[in-house]
């Protein structure tokens, strides 16, 4: 069975603060995909950034930056210098490797990280 | 390039209604997958296609709900009778067929069942 854990229900920072949201997945597979996904106050779900399990490089996207630790089964994401339109959901998910055609594209999602940056 | 297209946005309905919600896939997309977020169970797959095909519908929470695609450019979920309890946002989503294609979601349609 797989399992994404966002123990963090809500973060609030001041704006240019950085703020670091946790990811915690379970898996069995030996190969899998990691997403972020941002969801702002209107809704949509617009994707961050995927991750092989195979590629435990760092990534870093201008203030967005990703760490990913298969050692401690973690995939967490850092915001530098937060800005007001940072302010949103941010989900973790976690998908098998397209091995089985009934398992693949059954992304497990977190519960969700409520991120709120005041001015 | 347009984005997964979903109709409508928004949805009120009387309890034991017929609802069906729309989907236009991104063009080239081969699989399509139905989601349903609530503050309880937050996302949740419902069903999902691969060219056209129902792949896994588990999802599905009973018999009252059911997707069908007819086509690569458009997929329908319907719930018949609504109940209060189906009062979610149902997102449509769609991606390539090939491992780790990221899933581009539509803007949801928010639906309300009273």
């Known amino acids: 069975a797989q399992k994404v854990t966002q123990a963090q229900t809500e973060i609030s920072v001041v704006e240019k603060e950085d703020v670091t949201l946790d990811c915690v997945y379970e898996t069995r597979d030996t190969t899998y995909y990691l997403f972020w996904y941002k969801q702002p106050p209107s809704g949509e779900l617009v994707f961050l950034i995927r991750?092989?399990?195979?590629?435990?490089q760092n990534e870093i996207s201008g203030r967005y930056s990703w760490n990913f630790q298969k050692s401690t089964s973690s995939f967490n994401f850092t915001i530098t210098a937060s800005q007001v339109v940072d302010s949103a959901v941010y989900f973790c998910a976690l998908s098998p490797p397209r091995v089985a055609t009934d398992s693949w594209g059954k992304l497990q999602f977190g519960a969700g990280t409520q991120v709120v940056v005041t001015p | 390039d347009a984005g997964v297209i979903q109709s409508p946005r928004h949805e009120v309905t009387e309890m034991g209604q017929e609802v069906t919600l729309r989907c236009k896939p991104i063009?080239?997309?081969?699989?399509l997958f139905w989601y349903r977020q609530t503050m309880m169970r937050g996302l949740e797959l419902l069903i999902y296609f691969n060219n056209n095909v129902p792949i896994d519908d588990s999802g599905m929470p009973e018999d009252r709900f059911s997707a069908k695609m007819p086509n690569a450019s458009f997929s329908t979920l319907k719930i018949q009778p609504s109940e209060p309890r189906d009062s979610a946002v149902y997102f449509c989503a769609s991606s390539h067929n090939r491992g780790g294609s990221p899933l581009h979601f539509g803007n949801g349609t928010r639906l309300t069942v009273t």
């Open positions: 991750r092989n399990s195979f590629d435990e």
């Open positions: 063009s080239g997309h081969n699989s």
